[in-house]
C-alpha cells in the first residue's frame, strides 16, 4: 500500500480501533470456540477489542494462522491484517543449539544460515516476527536465561546478534524471512544474584560498555522491533524508562522500529511500584514509547478513557499505531495478509533433510570439548562401549524455548552412536536427571506420564543402576551422558544449586572406581558446576541442548568425522560462590590470583579463575601461533592496528581454530579491564599445514565508555593479546601517538 493510502486509512481510524493495533494476546484469544468465558475474564478485556486487536502471540501453522487471520479482518471495520508473532529462539521446528551454543561457534556466518533456515520454516507456518535475537550480556550462571543468551562478552553477542537479524529478515521481501525482534532491552542479564526478574543496577561506564552494545549491532544491522525487559534499570522499569527508549534507543541510536512489551511488562509496573494502577501504568508505558503491549489488559482498557479524560493526547496513540501499521506495510499485508504461510512449503520445508544438515553441522560447531586426556577421544570403533545416563537415549534435548518444537523428531545419542557401533553398544540410563519429585514438580507442570518417563530409572532404584555397572564392566569405554532436565534452565529457572544431581555424580563415582576411561557428556542450557567430577573423568564434551540433530552431532564428534571447534562464550565457574564470574574484570588495587597473599582480591576458600576461561575448548589437533607480531609499535589514531599471525597444524586432523584477539588499556582516565576481545576469526587449518593471516583492528575500537555514557580514546600504550583463549595469550604491545 502506499504511503499516501496508508495515512489515509490511519486517519479514517476510530481511537479504538488505533488502540487495538496496540495490544497483542495469546493464542487461545483466537481459537477457542466461546471466548465470553475463555481467558480475558482472566484479563478483563472486553470482545470488542479483542476483534480489534493487531498481533496474536505465539499462534502458528499455515492453515491455523490462515483461518484467524480472515476471522479477524472479517470482524475488523478496516480489515487490518494481524500481525503473528512467535518465540523462535534457535529455530521453529528444526532446531539447533540454545544461544550459549551459538555463542559457541564462534561461527557468526553459520549462525545467520540457521536463522535463515528458521524464517522459512516459520514463514512457511505463517509467523511474521519471531521474538528473537536474545542478546542479553549475562555473567551469573545461577540466570536460567543463559540458555537464551550467545554469552558474557559485548563483542562476540553482537557478532551474533548481528549474524541472526540478518538471517531472520534476509528473504522478508520474499515471504520467507522474519521480522526481528531484539531482546531485552535493556541489560536484562545483569539481574542482581542471578535471580530471575530481579533488579539491574549498574554504573553508566559498566552499561554502555558491557550490556548495551549488542542490542545496538542488532539495530545497527536493521532489526525492525524490540522488546523491553521486565527488569529495571538504575530503579526505573525498562517499559517506563523513556531515557532507555526515546533518548537511547530512538534519539541517539536512531531506532524508528516498534517497540513491544515484554509479557504483561505494562500491567507489572504497579508490581515494580512506579504505577499506582492499569491506568497510570498505561500512560508511563505510551510515554515512555512502548508501542504494543503484550498480554494485558492496560492498553486495552485504559487508553481510550485516558484520551477522553484529556490526560492523554490522542496523537500519542496515533503514533504508536502508525508504526504497527508502517511493519505491516512493509511486510506488505494489505496486500496479503497470509505472508508466507503454506501448507505445501511447510511438508516441503520443515525438517528437510537440509535443515536438518544445517543443525547438525551447527551443533558440531557448537561443541565445546573440555577435556581429552591421552586423547582418549576420538574413540576408536572397534571398542566396546557402553553408554549410560539420562540422556544416552532421551529425546527432550531441545531446551525450554523450543516451544513450537517435536521431541519426537529429536536424534537421540543412541542413535547417532549406534550409527558408528551397530550392535557393538550397550545402553542404559542407570540413574534420572533429578532425584525429588517434589523438585521437578516445583518447576513445570509436567504430566504424570512426562513425571513417571523423566523418573523412570528411579522406580527400579538399584536395579537400575546395577545394570548401567555391569555393562560398565563389560566395556572398554563409558560414555556418561548427563545433565540439567530440558525445563531446569529458560525463563523463570534461577538455580542457586548448580551441580549436577546426587544420583548422577554418584553413577559417575562408581564406574570411575570401575576403573574405566569415561567420556562425559554435559547437556545444560548453562555452564554447571563441574569441578567435584572433572577428576573422575577423562573427557568431558560439553553439549548446551544440542538440538534436533543432537545425536548425530555428537557421535561425529566423538568418533572423529569432526574435530571439535567449539571455545567457550561463558566462564564455568568452580563453584556458586564465584558468580558473578567473567574474565573482563578491573583489576583492583589489589591485584591477585589464586597464589596471592593474603591481603589481595582474592577468595580464602576457593581458586580466583574460573574452572574453564572464556574462548577455552579443544580440538583434536592443537595448532602452534607462530611470528605473531604486530606491523609496527607505533600508530596514529586514524591507522589501523595489523597483527600478523601464522598457524601451524602439526597434528593429523584438520581443525578449525578460533583465533582471539584481546587488549588492556593498562592506565586510562577509568580503570579499564585486565582483557576485552576486540577481535576473533574462526579459521580452518589442515593436518600438516600452516596458515598465515593478518587481523586489521581500527583504533575506534580501542575506545572506552566513560560515565557520561560517551565512547573516548585515549593515547598511550596498548597490550594486545593473541592466543586460542583468554588466559592462553602472546602478548604484544604498541603505542598510540
Ligand atoms: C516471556 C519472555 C520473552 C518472550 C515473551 C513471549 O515472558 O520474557 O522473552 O519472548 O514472554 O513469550
Redesign the pocket.
Known sequence: MKTIELKELLMDMSVLEKIGQLVQFSGEFFESQDVTYGPQQKLGISQEIVDLAGSV??VTGAETTRKIQMNQMAKQPHHIPMLFMS?IIYGYKTIYPNPLGLGATWNPELVAQACEMAAKEAAASGNHVT?AP?VDVIHDARWGRCLESPGEDPILNSSIAQAMVYGFQKNLSTGSGQIACL??FAAYGGVEAGREYNTVDMSMSNLFQNYLPPYKAAIDAGCKMI?TS?SSLNGIPCTADSWLLKDILREKWGFDGVIIS??AAIRELVSHGVAIDNKEASLKALMAGVDID?QSSCYSNELESLVTDGILDEDKITEAAWKVLKLKNELGLFENPFYGASKKLEDKNILSQENRKLARNLCEESLVLLKNDNNVLPLDITKKIALLGPYADCQDMLGMWAVHADNSKTVTLKDGIKKYLGSNLNCTKGVDLVDDIKYLQGMWDFTSEEVQDILSASKNNASEMNVALTLAKESDYVVIAVGEQSKESG?AASKTNLHLSDSQIELIDKVHKLNKKIVLIVISGRPLVLEDILEKVDALLYAWFPGTEAGDAIANILFGKVSPSGRLSISFPRNEGQLPIYYSQLPTGRPANSNSARFTSRYIDSQLDPLFPFGYGLSYSEVRYKDVQLSKATYSVDEELEIQITLVNEGVKSVKEVIQVYFNDPVASLSQPVKRLVAFKKVKVDAQKQYKLIISIPSYKLKFFNNKGDAVFEKGTFNIYVGRNVHDCIKLSCEYI
Open positions: 502471540l505465539n518465540d521474538f536474545m531482546k531485552h522488546m521486565l515484554d509479557y503484550m525463563e
